[in-house]
């Protein structure tokens, strides 16, 4: 958090973030309104960047994106998301909303409906997802913890739902993969050659806080992979299997390739 926050000091002392070039910033919740005591400040520290104006605090224990874009329902059920965590309760000045927040239904006593857990309620009036125009950048604001809450409850809808909001805002990638979630991919540099490494997760998932000890690997076959180069590859080989893999030339300097079977670990050379 303290990191984040003395980088949107200096961002907000530069003046003009996402003027001079394409800048795409997402921030959620409370990131840049404390100070480095960890002081509340109230405010954003970039508030004319992200477009919102911090109203206050949410306080039940979670609450419900009701998405109002289309374009963010490509990959969730068109259902409020339940999010568990902490949420901000924050006013568009410049932003544009995508999404609103919904409150949880309460019983007449005040309690909550099912131990702890509660339906969908009212609208709080309050985005829970935003998008601001700020020169040539763009500005993502997410009023609640949707890392978090993912992590509490592994709800696949949060994780498609920011997969939806990079695909909205981020239109001209460098790399785009496709495979299941479970492959991890790490673009890094070697001389003139461009490695991708790829990593398998598959495997069993722990339950109930308990250790689970991955007995077997399940491969992944045909993972497609599309990435931009400053010029055309002479080869491109899957390694440590040293395999060539062909390869066929996209417009924008893309190339794209298939990857035929990851086991655990490879790594894709590109020369």
């Not at 998301?81 to 949880?104: I, M, S």
């Not at 131990?115 to 935003?130: F, Q």
């Not at 890392?147 to 498609?160: D, G, H, P, S, V």
């Not at 050659?193 to 598959?202: A, D, E, F, G, I």
């Amino acid at each position: 958090m303290t990191v984040w926050n003395r980088w949107f000091k200096r961002s907000a002392d530069l003046g003009g973030l996402g003027l001079a070039r394409a800048v795409l910033l997402i921030a959620t919740v409370r990131t840049g309104t404390e100070d480095e005591a960890y002081q509340t400040t109230g405010r954003f520290a970039l508030e004319d960047v992200l477009g919102v104006r911090l109203s206050g605090a949410y306080t039940n224990t979670h609450g419900y994106i009701v998405l109002t874009d289309d374009r963010l329902k490509s990959r969730v059920l068109d259902i409020p998301q339940q999010v568990w965590g902490e949420f901000a309760e924050v006013q568009p000045t410049t932003a544009r909303p995508l999404a609103d927040l919904w409150d949880v239904y309460m019983r007449k006593d005040g309690e909550y409906f099912q131990s702890g857990s509660s339906p969908v309620g009212k609208p709080t009036g309050y985005p829970a997802i935003t998008l601001n125009q700020f020169g040539k950048g763009q500005a993502v604001y997410i009023s609640g913890d949707l890392f978090a809450a993912y992590t509490i409850c592994n709800q696949w809808n949060l994780k498609n739902l920011f997969k939806d909001v990079i695909d909205l805002v981020l239109t001209d990638r460098l790399f785009k993969m496709d495979a299941p979630d479970v492959v991890e991919a790490v673009l890094t540099r070697q001389g003139r050659k461009t490695l991708v490494h790829l990593v398998n997760h598959n495997g069993e998932r722990a339950f109930n806080n308990t250790i689970a000890f991955t007995e077997d690997v399940v491969p992944i076959h045909d993972i497609g992979v599309k990435l931009k180069l400053d010029s055309a590859p002479r080869v491109i080989r899957l390694m440590p299997e040293n395999r060539k893999l062909a390869w066929r030339k996209l417009s924008g300097g893309r190339v794209s390739f298939r990857v035929p079977q990851l086991d655990l670990y490879s790594i894709v050379v590109i020369e």
